[in-house]
């Protein structure tokens, strides 16, 4: 052992002694190297300061949200987006910038109609749900039997339904994490199949959505095999107090829904790619991003162009540092999320065999305010680099939360149940699910001090998981 | 003089000498005779405190809102409303429930789509305003050109908006009296016709509108004589902004616009009476009232199905009391108020004989919040029965505002000009211009304590003006 590397390890401990808990009854934590120099440590924290100064992310969500606006997964908009974001960073002087492209099925929204006819005639807020069929042209027009949640619609009778629409309520509660939204997100994923199992025309849904604006939310749906397909769409929360105020008339509900969405084999995706190579371990990577796809109803502020802003302006932070770090940090602006986390699922059957040299990865997409939690899924060793980072991201308001389950992010899922190393930088969701998936999530809706803030939490884990060594799987 | 004309007179000094303001530099008021017996005074605080425990209010609009929905002016569902009020009016008991008809000019929405084509494409969120024509049927596509307010599009000059699209910004700012409204509104009333004198293939506006919600502000609009018409429409406040930023890059933007909106000669419409005839003087009459007539996009909750519940559950408290005042109460549900306060003109025209039989009136139609100011335009005799009014609302969080000019309400608005006496009970309208003239102007923004506080002040008012004798004419 050298003195150097004695005096390196020396420095280490005195650092993750700085970064232990203080006050818990735990017993300490066994030091463990991590590779990073006091001074390392020093520049995460000039890193961050500077975030809190002001950075680009807000240009960057301005820029895209006004010069392209709704990029739909598949579409030409998403197509013009990867282009804007690929000329975006070569001008900031990104390495191997690039798109890796794949293809998807395409579906497009077209007109959406809906009109409750009796007993008391009047129009409908609806939008159809993501890849769900379309109405014959004319529409349909059928009684309408309503279901308190989905487990009371799955309790139905088979043929119960036949010649009927299915409306499910299910009104979602807010969340601070956002833990709820694969709970009451299960109608809109699940439930067309199950209303058609009884014989149901149709289904409508309550929106997703914590809100009480006559925005209905979007988002996917899938069919089961083997069931017949049939349209779905979602009410506004106004519109689904509505219905149900009707409802409770005790008089039968008439409505007339039509949708005209258009579906086709195959549409152009792609993920957008740029790095900053590691100076010592170069096939060492640690990811960061967002999603470029939005739905197409709003400009994809908050979902996600926020995200792709904060991600980026956090890697052109180090990019403009001078410093380079030990590992390559890949920031990946992923394509065609909103349906289905396509590309992530791409990105894995891409990079298979690459997966292991992947260190660890994050991916902001929980819309743009403040970062108040901090959870982790790494190795002991990894631990010792969260606890560092920890140390960093108290004072912008940042708690430690679980250390065995970190939620990554969506499309980081299929290679964190492969096996990678993540850590989420949570969110404050609570207003989250009031714009998502809805035309109101626009550039107004964004706080730049709080995408800032995003910026210094995210430097902070990028420049600590680039440079430092240690490894993070488990 | 009797005895019991004196013991009256002492007693009215006795109730003034209450009512006087406490504490003021000024010098007493002279006592004037309002004919308000303590008893009368007594009964108008005890409706009050039965007002603030609960009303049928919340029912009233909730039912309104619900089993008619949106009822524009001159339509089959404005039919359907005053056939709906005449039957609830008749089943709570009032007298002389009727409706007044009249015809107006019918108007139709239909379609409304816009879309920014050039340099960066994207849909726009739009609507068409009352009473504009349309585009042709494929739509129009020209360039656009902003202007910062309705002032710099009047100095633009002649011809240089040939063949293109006028933007105006003119962002509305809020105000609790809601008395911004006249100079933004102005915008939308009149901007088309200042347009087409430059040019103008149509009409973009900055929806009068304060909220940051893609909800665009519809609202009636009028052509000048002589000139162009020209399609206009609002865009809600976020694509304004985009709009706004997209010009500021400097590049020309190109706009894609297609309205069909569908006008007729003539279309039903009506006033709503319904009574409680005085027990003295039968002949004279105190008004108040709502407009049952909406604007299509939303249900009218807030404008002005709130009014209507208001006024109606005020004088409602009135019936069941058991006492009957001494003029007649005449509650007028309006037709037609949206495209130009219809309602009002057409019952001064079936009315003017009778004008000075009308010894004071007002209109509930500011939404849904709490009344905190009352304003007055009464004679001096008049001001002594405002000032027992002002006293016994002070506990409810009503200041004493303007005693020369009330406001009155829009459908008394003619009346007004005619020399009817009146007062305003003005409600808190930080927020009303968020939601007005919307999608999003529906039953979940309506609190039923602040209903039912707008109610107790009401019935004061109300039952105070009509067992009095006072002449508010000035």
């Given at each position: 052992m050298t003195v150097s590397v004695v005096r390196a390890r020396l420095l280490l401990a005195c650092a993750l002694l700085l970064a232990a808990p203080v006050g818990t009854a735990a017993e300490p934590a066994p030091a463990t190297p991590t590779a990073l120099s006091p001074a390392s440590i020093e520049h995460a924290r000039t890193l961050r300061d500077q975030a809190l100064d002001g950075t680009m992310a807000w240009d960057m969500v301005e820029a895209l949200t006004t010069e392209i606006g709704p990029r739909l997964a598949g579409s030409e908009a998403e197509a013009r987006a990867r282009d804007w974001a690929v000329s975006r960073l070569r001008t900031m002087g990104f390495e191997n910038v690039r798109v890796e492209p794949f293809t998807i099925p395409g579906w497009e929204r077209g007109e959406e109609h809906a009109a409750l006819l009796a007993p008391f005639p009047q129009p409908l807020?609806?939008?159809?749900?993501?890849?769900?069929?379309?109405?014959?042209?004319?529409?349909?027009?059928?009684?309408l039997v309503s279901f308190e949640s989905l487990a009371a619609l799955r309790a139905a009778a088979p043929g119960s339904l036949d010649g009927k629409i299915a409306y499910v309520s299910h009104a979602m509660q807010r969340t601070q994490d956002g833990s709820s939204y694969g709970f009451y997100g299960e109608l809109r994923r699940v439930g067309a199949s199950v209303a058609a199992e009884k014989g149901a025309l149709a289904l409508l849904i309550r929106s997703i959505g914590t809100d009480s604006h006559r925005f209905p939310h979007t988002g996917q749906m899938r069919y089961a095999e083997g069931v017949a397909r049939i349209p779905a769409a979602a009410l506004s929360n106004p519109d689904a107090d509505q219905i149900e105020r009707v409802a409770q008339r005790g008089q039968p509900l008439r409505v007339h829904l039509a949708l005209s969405p258009q579906a086709s084999a195959e549409a152009p995706s792609?993920?957008?790619?740029?790095?900053?190579?590691?100076?010592?371990?170069?096939?060492?990577?640690?990811?960061?991003?967002?999603h470029l796809d939005s739905w197409d109803l709003g400009t994809g502020a908050i979902d996600d162009g926020a995200g792709v802003a904060i991600t980026t302006?956090?890697?052109?932070?180090?990019?403009?540092?001078?410093?380079?770090?030990?590992?390559?940090?890949?920031?990946?602006?992923?394509?065609?999320?909103?349906?289905?986390?396509?590309?992530?699922?791409?990105?894995l059957e891409a990079h298979r065999e690459q997966l292991p040299q992947h260190v660890i990865g994050t991916e902001s997409d929980f819309g743009a305010e403040r970062i108040w939690q901090l959870t982790a899924q790494v190795?002991?060793?990894g631990q010792a680099v969260v606890d560092i980072m920890s140390e960093l991201l108290a004072p912008l308001g940042v708690a430690r939360g679980s250390m065995d389950k970190s939620g990554s992010g969506p499309d980081l899922v299929p290679m964190v149940e492969a096996g990678l190393p993540s850590l989420r930088l949570v969110q404050n969701g609570t207003d989250y699910f009031d714009l998502h998936h809805t035309h109101d999530d626009t550039l107004d809706k964004i706080d730049p001090a709080a995408l800032d803030q995003n910026v210094a939490a995210y430097v902070v884990f990028t420049w600590l998981a680039a440079d430092s060594t240690v490894n993070f799987w488990r």
């Open positions: 807020e609806i939008t159809t749900l993501g890849g769900s069929v379309g109405t014959p042209a004319a529409g349909l027009e059928a009684e792609g993920n957008v790619i740029a790095e900053i190579v590691g100076r010592e371990r170069p096939e060492e990577i640690v990811i960061i991003g967002g302006a956090a890697a052109k932070l180090i990019l403009d540092s001078g410093k380079r770090p030990r590992r390559t940090i890949r920031l990946i602006l992923w394509g065609a999320e909103e349906v289905g986390l396509l590309g992530g699922y791409e990105y190795s002991p060793a």
